[in-house]
């Protein structure tokens, strides 16, 4: 599915909307360039899991934890990863497979590790159709 986003506010409203139909044990991985919004789509996104607390990319620690919601979302930012072993320092199975809600910012660049059920979201941006303007794929094995 394409969507065609307009504001930044817009983003952040499809975020929620997965948001709320989130389950426990999801993987949503998020790619796009920098400055494209993947930080408003993971403030939506923990929004629709009822999580209050601000959302920040994690960058200098991989992941970071919110379990005061529905469903504990924990995200990364991998882009920072170099070998895809680097994750299994830091327990990734443990969230994966967990209860909680995964969203992987920079995902490609541990491909390899990305279970086949996981929701797959690239955000484009289009200088011609405006400077707010995103292409969102969401690309669900699930439907």
């Known amino acids: 599915m394409v969507f065609d986003s307009f504001s930044p506010e817009e983003t952040r409203r499809l975020a929620r ?60 930012d991998v882009y920072r990863i170099e070998e895809p072993e680097e994750m299994e320092e830091i327990g990734y199975e443990d969230y994966f497979f967990g209860d909680g809600v995964c969203l992987v910012e920079w995902a490609d660049q541990i491909r390899e590790l990305i279970p086949d059920s996981a929701v797959r979201i690239t955000i484009e941006k289009d200088p011609e159709k405006g400077f707010d303007y995103r292409r969102i794929t969401i690309e669900d094995p699930g439907n």
Do not use: C, W
Not at 45 to 67: H, K, M, W
């Open 17 to 76: 909307e997965l948001g709320e139909g989130a389950r426990p044990g999801m993987i949503v991985t998020l790619n796009g360039d920098l400055g494209t919004g993947k930080t408003v789509f993971a403030q939506g996104l923990a929004e629709g899991l009822d999580i209050r607390e601000a959302v920040n990319s994690p960058t200098f620690t991989i992941v970071q934890e919110y379990r005061e919601g529905r469903i504990p979302l924990y995200h990364f």
